[in-house]
């Protein structure tokens, strides 16, 4: 399809990231929000507390099966058709969240949310990366990435917040003027792509979904299963699914995820990076609070409030990332941000047991601007050199990839503190000091995953840069 771009008004091309922005922070909003107010839904609903992980489970879940498909969908029907269903699924499943009356039902409307969950994201990038030149491209990524970095942040403050002071019911219906705003503001500007050619690989999609199923079903049991043995075999599996898959796009024409992609080196850069350092970075909104909570023995309010500055500085961090990308180059950029970000999970691990745990809110903040580099610089430079027919299936599964490497980051996380807590020579029963070694372990394996990026040639990106 010839590019169109040219002809967007500049209204259009400044609300487009806008129109990304909404729906990337009802995603991540929602992935988060409900880990706070569990408790209060199970008791409303007359369910044990620990039988209400399955409203997680079945929305992550949802998001790994059907993510696979936006690319097709969106080059079959269009990005406007696609992105605006998506919202309208979205939104009504969250009324439906609102109203349920038992847990089944919750699970169920959880589903609906992840169907439009998993649209949303992929196909508003989509239309982002195909409206966009290059050069203009990491301009308009940077703004639409913040709420995927505020998004798992403010999520359990606000979830514990309208739990505590109005009721479970608003952290689904919170959606809805968001959804109403996304949905009039894509009916406006929101452009319509489609491709003329286009042949649905159907068997790869089931192999894949497959694949992506049974990973983010062992991931998301990992951290909490008593017998690990099933999990793994589950675990494996997935793995199995994928070499599958790769048989498979070996010998079909039109494969749903072609192999050539993976001889773009930037993408494939981008990609391994991606997993390799949200192995530790993703586990960190959910460990500091969680450490916070246990070993130091405050609300989950303090917790959501000791974490919350990361969001602000994350802000503040997208107006400097475009200046260092254009001076340092990408190669350079990712190595030493990778190698800081390891660095300051390190720092969480210092502070004792008797320190004021207000000495985290500067190693968090920092963490947070450190962050926004860091997303913004992987997410674009695996997109910087596909070409036009690549764009759909190289994106769709770039948010497959994102999704798992944060199950896999929360899991990984979650393994190693349950490993310390179970060597009781080396904690002796202090569960502060296996917070600290996790901490430990986790920073130096995310400075160890900065050397993923040394594979990036120093010209890498260039295509990006936002001055010539």
């Not at 406007?80 to 998506?86: A, G």
């Not at 699970?107 to 169907?115: E, K, L, N, T």
């Not at 514990?160 to 959606?175: A, P, R, T």
Request: aromatic share 14%; glycine share 8%; net charge positive.
């Amino acid at each position: 399809m010839p590019d169109t771009f040219k002809t967007f008004d500049t209204t259009t091309k400044r609300i487009l990231p806008f129109i990304l922005a909404t729906a990337i922070f009802m995603q991540m909003l929602d992935s988060t929000i409900l880990n706070t107010s569990l408790p209060s839904i199970a008791k409303d609903l007359n369910e044990s507390p620990l039988n209400m992980q399955n409203a997680i489970i079945s929305y992550v879940l949802t998001l790994a099966v059907f993510m696979p498909v936006s690319g097709f969908l969106a080059d079959k029907f269009g990005t406007k058709k696609i992105f605006i269903f998506s919202l309208v699924v979205f939104s009504l499943g969250s009324v439906f969240c609102a109203v349920s009356q038992n847990l089944t039902q919750l699970v169920i409307s959880r589903v609906v949310q992840g169907i439009g969950g998993s649209l949303m994201t992929p196909v508003g990038r989509l239309a982002l990366i195909k409206t966009y030149d290059k050069n203009e491209l990491l301009k308009a990524l940077n703004f639409a990435i913040v709420p995927a970095l505020i998004g798992p942040v403010l999520g359990p403050l606000v979830g514990g917040y309208m739990v505590d002071y109005l009721s479970w019911h608003w952290i689904f219906l919170i959606n809805i003027p968001i959804g109403l705003i996304g949905i009039f503001l894509s009916l406006k500007f929101m452009p319509d792509y489609k491709s003329e050619e286009i042949k649905f690989d159907f068997k790869g999609f089931l192999i894949f979904a497959s694949a992506s199923l049974l990973l983010s079903i062992a991931l998301e049991r990992f951290g909490t299963a008593q017998n690990i043995t099933p999990v793994l075999v589950i675990f494996i599996c997935g793995f199995m699914m994928i070499y599958f898959y790769y048989r498979h796009a070996k010998k079909t024409e039109n494969p749903i995820f072609p192999l050539n992609l993976f001889q773009v080196r930037t993408f494939r850069v981008g990609i391994l990076g991606n997993l390799a350092t949200r192995l530790g970075i993703s586990s960190i909104p959910l460990l500091l609070p969680l450490m916070i909570q246990i070993a130091y023995g405050e609300s989950a309010v303090i917790s959501g409030w000791i974490v919350a500055p990361m969001a602000l500085t994350a802000m503040f961090g997208k107006s400097y990332v475009i200046k260092i990308l254009d001076y340092f180059g990408y190669r350079k950029t990712l190595m030493t941000n990778t190698f800081i970000i390891g660095f300051l999970i390190c720092c969480l691990g210092i502070p004792g047991i008797n320190t004021n745990i207000y000495w985290f809110i500067p190693i968090i903040s920092i963490l947070g601007f450190f962050n926004s580099i860091q997303f913004t610089s992987m997410n674009t430079i695996a997109i910087a050199d596909l070409r036009n027919s690549h764009t759909s299936s190289g994106n769709s599964l770039l948010a497959v990839y994102q999704q798992i490497a944060i199950g896999f980051g929360i899991a990984f996380g979650l393994i190693v503190l349950k490993l310390f807590e179970n060597e009781p020579t080396l904690i002796q029963g202090n569960t502060h000091l296996a917070f600290r070694y996790t901490f430990f372990v986790v920073g130096f394996l995310t400075i160890l995953s900065g050397f993923v990026f040394r594979r990036l040639h120093e010209k890498d990106g260039e295509n990006m840069k936002t001055e010539h």
